[in-house]
C-alpha cells in the first residue's frame, strides 16, 4: 500500500516540501540581497561587463565574448558560444551586487577555458539530465499502472541524472564564485568595505543551488520509498 494519509502523500510532506519551502527562501534571498547591493555603486564606478573583462584578462583567457542579454538575473555563460551574457541590470552597471555576479559568469568563462573537471561532467551529462526529466514519471507511472517492476526501476534510475547533474552543478557554482571573489580582491576590483557586498551576493545565490539539490534529492528519496519496493518485488 502506497504510503497516503488522508488525502496526502505523506513522503510529499515530510520531505519534498520544506525543501521546497528552502528553495522558495533562497529564491526570495537572493532576490532581495541583489537588490539591495545593486543600489550601492562602486567608487571604481566600474560596470558589471567591465568587471567580467577584468577577471578574463587576470586569468588569461582570451577570445570570450561579453554581450548584454533582456531580463532580470539572466546571467550566464554559454559555453556552446563562449560568450557571457549579462542582463540589462549587471551589463551597464557599477553597483557591487553587479561587479560580484558578472565576475561569477566570467569565473565560469574561466573554468571553460582551464578544462575544469566538475564543469565538462556537467556538459556531458546534459544529454542523459534532457532524457531522464522528460522519461522518467511516465516510466514509472506506466509502470505502475501495468504492475511491472524493471520499468519502474528504469524510470527512478532516470531520474536519478536530474539529481546527478544538480549534484555536479554546486560544486561548478561555488568553484565560479571563489574564483570571482578571489579576482575582485587580487584586482582591487571593489574596495575592502564593498567586496562583503558582493560576496554576500554570491552566497545568497549560491544558496539556491543548494536548495535545488535538496529539492532533486528529496524528490529522488520520495519516489524510491513510494515505488522502488514494487519494483524490486515484481523484477
Given at each position: 500500500?502506497?504510503?497516503?494519509?488522508?488525502?496526502?502523500?505523506?513522503?510529499?510532506?515530510?520531505?519534498?516540501?520544506?525543501?521546497?519551502?528552502?528553495?522558495?527562501?533562497?529564491?526570495?534571498?537572493?532576490?532581495?540581497?541583489?537588490?539591495?547591493?545593486?543600489?550601492?555603486?562602486?567608487?571604481?564606478?566600474?560596470?558589471?561587463?567591465?568587471?567580467?573583462?577584468?577577471?578574463?584578462r587576470a586569468n588569461g583567457v582570451l577570445g570570450v565574448r561579453i554581450e548584454r542579454v533582456a531580463?532580470?538575473?539572466?546571467?550566464?555563460?554559454?559555453?556552446?558560444?563562449?560568450?557571457?551574457?549579462?542582463?540589462?541590470?549587471?551589463?551597464?552597471?557599477?553597483?557591487?551586487?553587479?561587479?560580484?555576479?558578472?565576475?561569477?559568469?566570467?569565473?565560469?568563462?574561466?573554468?571553460?577555458?582551464?578544462?575544469?573537471?566538475?564543469?565538462?561532467?556537467?556538459?556531458?551529462?546534459?544529454?542523459?539530465?534532457?532524457?531522464?526529466?522528460?522519461?522518467?514519471?511516465?516510466?514509472?507511472?506506466?509502470?505502475?499502472?501495468?504492475?511491472?517492476?524493471?520499468?519502474?526501476?528504469?524510470?527512478?534510475?532516470?531520474?536519478?541524472?536530474?539529481?546527478?547533474?544538480?549534484?555536479?552543478?554546486?560544486?561548478?557554482?561555488?568553484?565560479?564564485?571563489?574564483?570571482?571573489?578571489?579576482?575582485?580582491?587580487?584586482?582591487?576590483?571593489?574596495?575592502?568595505?564593498?567586496?562583503?557586498?558582493?560576496?554576500?551576493?554570491?552566497?545568497?545565490?549560491?544558496?539556491?543551488?543548494?536548495?535545488a539539490l535538496a529539492v532533486s534529492l528529496a524528490q529522488l528519496l520520495r519516489l524510491i520509498l513510494?515505488?522502488?519496493?514494487?519494483?524490486?518485488?515484481?523484477?
Amino acid at each position: 500500500m502506497l504510503p497516503y494519509y488522508y488525502g496526502f502523500d505523506y513522503y510529499y510532506l515530510v520531505l519534498v516540501l520544506p525543501c521546497i519551502v528552502l528553495a522558495l527562501w533562497a529564491q526570495f534571498k537572493v532576490k532581495s540581497t541583489f537588490g539591495r547591493y545593486s543600489q550601492v555603486m562602486s567608487r571604481r564606478h566600474m560596470t558589471g561587463a567591465q568587471a567580467a573583462a577584468a577577471v578574463l584578462r587576470a586569468n588569461g583567457v582570451l577570445g570570450v565574448r561579453i554581450e548584454r542579454v533582456a531580463g532580470n538575473l539572466t546571467d550566464h555563460f554559454d559555453p556552446r558560444q563562449n560568450v557571457i551574457r549579462l542582463s540589462q541590470s549587471v551589463y551597464d552597471s557599477p553597483s557591487v551586487a553587479s561587479i560580484g555576479v558578472a565576475a561569477h559568469e566570467a569565473g565560469h568563462a574561466v573554468q571553460y577555458a582551464i578544462g575544469y573537471g566538475p564543469m565538462k561532467l556537467r556538459a556531458a551529462i546534459i544529454p542523459l539530465t534532457n532524457l531522464g526529466s522528460t522519461l522518467a514519471l511516465p516510466l514509472i507511472l506506466i509502470g505502475f499502472i501495468f504492475n511491472y517492476g524493471p520499468l519502474i526501476t528504469i524510470g527512478i534510475a532516470f531520474f536519478g541524472f536530474s539529481t546527478l547533474f544538480q549534484l555536479v552543478t554546486l560544486p561548478v557554482e561555488l568553484d565560479a564564485s571563489r574564483r570571482a571573489l578571489a579576482a575582485i580582491r587580487s584586482g582591487g576590483l571593489l574596495y575592502d568595505d564593498e567586496y562583503p557586498m558582493a560576496r554576500k551576493t554570491l552566497t545568497a545565490a549560491a544558496m539556491t543551488y543548494v536548495a535545488a539539490l535538496a529539492v532533486s534529492l528529496a524528490q529522488l528519496l520520495r519516489l524510491i520509498l513510494l515505488f522502488g519496493g514494487r519494483g524490486r518485488r515484481d523484477e
